[in-house]
């Protein structure tokens, strides 16, 4: 950690020699001279801390003297911090009054004062020699300290090493690793076996299935896997799978299975455990069910009898595979006789996932490598976690001293770590570069099975000051790369794509949190106060930096936590998560001066104008607050932050940024403030703007205000209510927005809109697009040329007769039509194909890429028409369609020819007379169809009562008989 705080540092009295501040600085007298000389002194002592970091594990010596100079490091970083920020504000109040705006603004300056900026500076005129003379003194004091720590460095007689700087390399591919398991075909099989065996003395309803293992033996990797497999599936009505962990709590398992059963359940908010319990015996009464409890830990036989109640009302042969670390939960189970104990893999199979994860090739490798690889996989000691780990760190090493590097290094020698696995995971971090160490180990700020996002861990890090980097003005792209190297080498797992925006979302896992927690036991705390937290608050000391307070209320807390907070001052992280917090309590956050993170998800009923001295502050999340309406007036002193979140507060009607010159990422969705979102047209280097509204009743925002802000990236959604002034320079609003991947567009009046879309034209790169509540009758020309688009929904348009030539998408993978109510006829248009171009030599190709096709609730479409026979040669359409869903078209009877010889795998009809033609035509009209098999709905025994077009319906084609269902993958719960 040491190395890397020491290089943020440097990077920082780099800063100051900028034009910009160095003038500023030059005023304050020696304090150059001193700059200079702590630079020499941070850079000798850089020299050694790669050494020093691998012997603090074993010298104790040296952990304290790496200790000391974090300590230095951080206060004399909070100093250079405190000073750049002030000379930011005096810029900015130079140029408001070069500006002329002072005058004009009287009320607004007595609402952006700064009322506790920090205690180190003063105000006005007056103390400006005070305030310099102070800053001087400081940086002289901590420059002795750190000089008297260089000189301490050689007692030690540390290895001066020299590191090459560089951004970590990027997947070849894909930051997705592929799911590949070795060695766990007995255990699945036999797993299966018992999940499909169906003996007609069974007696116990449900039969309880435990998986036993030691933390890295890949036990969740079994479970999903017999979890997933297609007999299982198939043999289950219901399937559920639940993440319980540490501690258990019978009524969230609850909520969470009854989540997994009926997502709009109104139950499953409830916090009465007897009204969970009757949902879930209700919901499951008669079914045949597979729930898996993975992770658990700790329940009483109270809390599980009381679980396992409701799910005896299921049918016969339901299963309940549970995976656990501790043989005695499974006595308390009473499921001894069905426990299956994972073992150590054998070696050969450790080798096969030593070398896929390391993505080397076994048979082509030669003897040197592959004796040097066994050898390193012995060390492995069966644990599959501990193979895929060090083989993830061999990915980028191609020479052979590397790998004997590996295989000598002093750590597989030390006693002193806790467990076994955290030899080879030491290694691992070792190879990292210092900022990508402080980034992995900046995750265990939340507890275990934590759900982590991608873009959320990219702000946290650099609300830290973890992604500095010299020439690299984008923060964001280093902290991506970082990202995707950590997964590279399996820091990650349990990888998912949000298919809302494309964000990557993973967890970590518990070996690995346990790992983390032990480098970092000095420095990060979880306190959940829901447990007796008292022991862990002894433990900690002062020089805690990172702080999360989870499930606190002033009534039944084991520890106060207002004590906590006085005790640890020196905080650069706070995160309070389902908290009651009191005035009192926020007035001690306050005065945590150097916090640069601070997560409340919390409910807010007092006015925080004491905020404006967090000056540090980088990054705000205030999530859930019902109360607060208005944010206060002393946020404007905030001049360093980068991330605002301000999502679920409700009742938020107002936010100014306008002095935010910092900001880059903002947050507003269900808040009344996205409407109103004061000075945004000033912040040209944002990037995230989750919601956008205009013409609202008390709306502030313009459409023009976007006009600026071409950094954008990931998703936006645009609102656009009531009344919106369209003038001329409202033209190309989004069209340089390259960076935008995603942009939903949410039309909710009822006026002209034509023109409004016409000057929403997005960049040509946009890559999702959703279009929602446009009332216009024709759509503007440009959607018919975003070439690159591969996502497209356009829903509930009721005023549109025609649909726009999208067959000349030439990217388009998957496309929705939705409440089109105005369509009667689907003609050619829609295809793409225009009057005199089947005339060309070419053949022309309609939607090549699409791959999932949905039409949904056009209730006066009639007719789908093809092209006509003597031009079809001309045209291909659809050549890559395997999925069509057609649902709640009630009067659509027939399908198009060309649909007749597409390579489709599954085809679903709801509420559409289609199936009746298909089901009770002529064998020859059948045929039409190639491999075409009818598949009911359990309730569908017959297709004679015109009820029947109301069940669902799903024809698999090419032998692939599967029913579309909502079973869900296995959840991932914060």
């Known amino acids: 950690m040491a190395e890397a705080l020491v290089n943020v540092l440097l ?112 105000f006005g005129q007056a103390n400006q020699l005070l305030l310099r003379r102070d800053i001087s003194v400081r940086i002289k004091e901590l420059n002795e300290r750190i000089d008297l720590i260089g000189k301490e460095k050689e007692s030690f007689t540390f290895q001066s090493t020299t590191r090459v700087a560089e951004l970590p390399r990027r997947p070849k591919s894909t930051s997705l690793p592929n799911v590949k398991t070795f060695g766990r075909d007995n255990e699945k099989n036999l797993i299966v076996s018992k999940l499909l065996s169906e003996g007609s003395q069974e007696k116990e309803v449900p039969l309880i299935i435990p998986i036993v293992g030691m933390g890295g033996m890949g036990k969740t990797t079994l479970a999903q896997l017999v979890y997933n497999d297609e007999n299982v599936k198939s043999h289950y009505d219901k399937r559920i799978w639940v993440c319980v962990s ?235 790369a970082y990202f995707d190297d950590l997964l590279m080498r399996s820091f990650f797992q349990d990888i998912e794509v949000d298919d809302e925006n494309g964000d990557i979302r993973c967890k970590i896992h518990d070996t690995v949190h346990d790992f983390l927690q032990y480098l970092t036991k000095n420095e990060c705390l979880i306190l959940d106060l829901e447990l007796d937290a008292s022991d862990k608050s002894e433990v900690a000391n002062d020089k805690i930096r990172h702080l999360s307070v989870l499930h606190y209320t002033t009534s039944d807390s084991f520890i106060s936590v207002e004590s906590i907070l006085r005790k640890y001052k020196k905080l650069r992280t706070l995160t309070v998560a389902d908290v009651t917090i009191t005035s009192s309590m926020f007035e001690l956050i306050v005065q945590l001066k150097c916090l640069r993170t601070l997560v409340l998800r919390v409910e807010w009923d007092f006015d925080p104008e004491c905020i404006g001295g967090l000056i540090h502050l980088r990054y705000f999340a205030l999530c859930g607050s019902t109360r607060l309406k208005e944010l206060p007036s002393a946020m404007s002193s905030l001049y360093n932050l980068q991330t605002l979140r301000l999502v679920n507060c409700f009742r938020l009607t107002k936010v100014d940024v306008r002095r935010l010159i910092n900001l880059r990422h903002l947050y507003v969705e269900r808040c009344e403030a996205r409407g109103s979102i004061i000075g945004i047209e000033k912040l040209t280097h944002l990037q995230t703007l989750d919601v956008f509204r205009v013409g609202g009743c008390e709306d502030v925002n313009k459409l023009e205000d976007l006009k600026g802000l071409n950094q954008l990236q990931l998703h936006l959604i645009i609102q656009i209510e009531g009344a919106v002034n369209m003038v001329e320079e409202n033209a190309a609003i989004m069209v340089n927005k390259a960076h935008l991947a995603n942009l939903r567009l949410e039309f909710r009046n009822r006026l002209e809109q034509r023109k409004i879309m016409d000057g929403l034209e997005p960049h040509a790169a946009l890559e999702y697009l959703t279009i929602c509540g446009y009332k216009g009758s024709v759509f503007s020309d440009w959607l018919s040329s975003l070439h690159r688009v591969k996502v497209l929904s356009l829903e509930d348009c009721p005023n549109c007769e025609i649909l726009p030539p999208l067959g000349k998408l030439a990217s388009l993978e998957s496309l929705v039509i939705r409440g089109f109510h105005g369509v009667k006829k689907v003609g050619v248009g829609f295809l793409g194909v225009e009057q005199g171009q089947t005339s060309s030599s070419s053949v022309f190709i309609s939607f090549p890429n699409l791959k999932q096709l949905t039409f949904h609730d056009m209730g006066s479409w009639k007719e789908w028409e093809g092209v006509e026979e003597e031009t079809s040669d001309d045209v291909t359409i659809m050549p890559c369609l395997p999925h069509l869903t057609i649902s709640s078209c009630y009067d659509l009877e027939t399908l198009p020819d060309f649909l007749r010889n597409k390579p489709l795998q599954k085809m679903t009809i709801r509420s559409s007379p289609i199936f009746r033609r298909l089901w009770e035509g002529e064998d020859e009209e059948r045929a039409e169809i190639p491999h075409f098999t009818p598949l009911l709905s359990d309730d569908a025994s017959s297709c004679e009562a015109e009820a029947d077009y109301e069940s669902d319906y799903v024809y698999s084609l090419e032998g692939e008989a599967d029913f579309e269902s909502d079973e869900a993958s296995p959840s991932l719960e914060s």
């Open 246 to 480: 540490d501690p258990f709590e019978e009524s969230k398992v609850a909520r969470a299975i009854i989540e997994e059963l009926d997502r709009n359940n109104s139950s499953k908010n409830s916090d009465e455990l007897q009204t969970l319990m009757q949902c879930i015996y209700e919901l499951l009464e008669g079914k045949r069910f597979l729930l898996v409890l993975d992770d658990v830990w700790s329940p009483t036989l109270t809390q599980w009898e009381e679980l396992i109640k409701p799910l005896r009302n299921g049918a016969i042969g339901s299963r309940v595979l549970v995976t656990t670390r501790k043989e005695e939960i499974v006595v308390l189970m009473k499921a001894t006789t069905q426990m299956i104990s994972l073992k150590k893999l054998g070696e050969a199979f450790c080798l096969s996932l030593f070398y896929y994860s390391a993505d080397v090739d076994e048979s082509r490798v030669s003897k040197e490598f592959l004796d040097v690889g066994l050898e390193i996989v012995k060390r492995c000691k069966g644990l599959p976690l501990v193979a895929k780990t060090l083989g993830s760190l061999m990915r980028n090493k191609n020479k052979i001293q590397e790998w004997r590097a590996i295989l000598n290094s002093k750590i597989w020698e030390l006693k002193v770590i806790e467990h076994e696995v955290f030899q080879p995971l030491l290694l691992s971090y070792y190879d990292l570069d210092p900022p990508l160490r402080l980034c992995l180990l900046y995750c265990i700020i939340y507890p275990k099975d934590c759900v982590y996002y991608k873009s959320n861990l990219v702000e946290l890090w650099m609300s830290q000051d973890y992604l500095n980097a010299k020439g690299c003005e984008n923060k964001e792209i280093i902290g991506q």
């Open 11 to 122: 990077e920082r009295l780099a800063t100051i020699t900028f034009d910009k501040v160095g003038e500023e600085f030059r005023l304050v007298t020696g304090v150059e001279k001193e700059v200079m000389c702590l630079t020499r002194n941070l850079e000798a002592i850089r020299a050694v801390l790669e050494d020093a970091e691998q012997r603090q594990v074993t010298q104790a010596t040296v952990r304290r003297w790496l200790s000391e100079l974090t300590e230095v490091s951080l206060e004399m970083d909070d100093v250079l911090d405190e000073w750049i920020t002030e000379v930011l504000k005096r810029q900015m109040e130079r140029q408001e009054q070069e500006d002329g705006r002072a005058l004009n603004d009287v009320a607004t300056k007595k609402k952006v004062c700064f009322p506790c900026l920090s205690s180190c500076f003063c």
